[in-house]
């Protein structure tokens, strides 16, 4: 079993930055892919990035490509999300994720361990 927790949210003017952590614990993360999704008041909980087990691959969301970086740090059992010129449209609870087995998806059904998120607030 895999306990997530994120933290590093909060409120930021847009443009601002802030970068989320996730910490694992429980059995180690180093062999699992990880994601981080983003579920925004009365919206559907929308992939964001996702990153290989080595952290040699990752993969954004067009809305947040080329502003945030996914990495990890496999010696921690941390997953990073650096957040970079934010929108007020990036305001949601932002959730990390790690499938049992497989990689990384956007489709947040393919993953077993969810945190219990952290909220991101931009303001304009």
């Known amino acids: 079993q895999v306990q997530l927790v994120e933290s590093g949210g909060g409120l930021v003017q847009a443009g601002g930055s802030l970068r989320l952590s996730c910490a694992a614990s429980?059995?180690?993360?180093?062999?699992?892919?990880m994601g981080w999704f983003r579920q925004a008041r009365g919206q559907e909980r929308e992939f964001v990035a996702g990153?290989?087990?080595?952290?040699?691959?990752?993969y954004y969301a067009d809305s947040v490509k080329g502003r945030f970086t996914i990495s990890r740090d496999n010696a921690k059992s941390t997953v990073y999300l650096q957040m970079n010129s934010l929108k007020p449209e990036d305001t949601a609870v932002y959730y990390c994720?790690?499938?049992?087995?497989?990689?990384?998806?956007?489709?947040?059904?393919?993953?077993?361990?969810w945190g219990q998120g952290t909220q991101v607030t931009v303001s304009s």
């Open positions: 429980g059995r180690t993360i180093n062999t699992y892919a």
């Open positions: 994720a790690a499938p049992r087995t497989g990689d990384y998806s956007n489709y947040p059904t393919i993953y077993d361990y």
């Open positions: 990153i290989g087990w080595s952290g040699g691959r990752t």
